[in-house]
């Protein structure tokens, strides 16, 4: 069996590096940590080398699809709930489409898209004491007001 520690990164494909280096920068201030001539960029929250990197599959290539397998979305982990209404404020402010706000039991999350429709999300765990007391705290599943 093999035993993983921890997600080491995300590998995303993109239209345009360009586009979605800025976005992932001025967006969810990620730091540009590599690149590899104009086909990928690596991409860095915090002390690891790399959470996320960008590869360019080029103008023409579809985008993701509702019924299709592969990824539903991803999601970075914010220190409050404050946290989750000043991010909810800087998508308003930088035009960016959100899908919603959901309290899911253990955690609030904050959905939005990148600019290939690649669905993110930024959430805040719930207090453990409150999520302990309900019967399945994963099924939660109701709108968060984040204003």
């Known amino acids: 069996m093999i ?34 001539s104009g086909q990928m960029v690596f991409l860095s929250a915090g002390d690891k080398h790399h959470d996320l990197a960008l590869y360019r599959v080029g103008p023409d290539a579809g985008g993701p699809q509702q019924n299709q397998v592969g990824l539903l979305h991803f999601a970075w982990e914010l220190d409050s709930f404050d946290e989750l209404r000043r991010a909810h404020r ?7 489409p959100v899908a919603g706000a959901m309290d899911h039991g253990i955690s609030k999350g904050l959905y939005f898209f990148d600019p290939d429709g690649n669905e993110i999300e930024v959430f805040c765990d719930n207090p453990r004491e409150e999520w302990e007391k309900l019967p399945n705290p994963f099924a939660g599943s109701d ?5």
């Open 3 to 36: 035993k993983p520690k921890a997600l080491g990164h995300l590998v995303l494909k993109v239209r345009d590096l360009e586009r979605s280096e800025k976005f992932y920068t001025e967006v969810l201030g990620l730091q540009v940590t590599g690149r590899l």
């Open 90 to 96: 800087l998508l308003q402010e930088k035009g960016v």
């Open 143 to 147: 709108p968060v007001d984040l204003e």
